[in-house]
C-alpha cells in the first residue's frame, strides 16, 4: 500500500498547492507589498503626489 500512497501523492498535492498559492500565498505578498508603499487603490501616492513609480518613497 505504501508504493500507492507514494505514486498518487503528487498528483493530488500539486493541484492543491497551486490552487493555495494563488488564492492565499500570492494575494498576501502583494498586500505586504502594498503596506510598504503609497498605494492608494489606483494610484501610487508620492510626496509629491502621484508618482509613476511605486519604490520612490523608498528611493528618495
Not at 500512497?5 to 494575494?27: D, E, G, S, T
Not at 489606483?42 to 519604490?55: D, E, K, Q, V, Y
Request: no cysteine.
Amino acid at each position: 500500500m505504501s508504493k500507492l500512497y507514494k505514486k498518487w501523492f503528487f498528483p493530488f498535492v500539486l493541484p492543491a498547492f497551486a490552487v493555495f498559492l494563488i488564492v492565499v500565498l500570492i494575494p498576501f505578498i502583494i498586500g505586504i507589498f502594498y503596506s510598504f508603499t503609497g498605494w492608494r487603490g489606483s494610484f501610487f501616492m508620492g510626496p509629491n503626489g502621484r508618482t509613476p513609480i511605486p519604490l520612490r518613497p523608498f528611493l528618495a
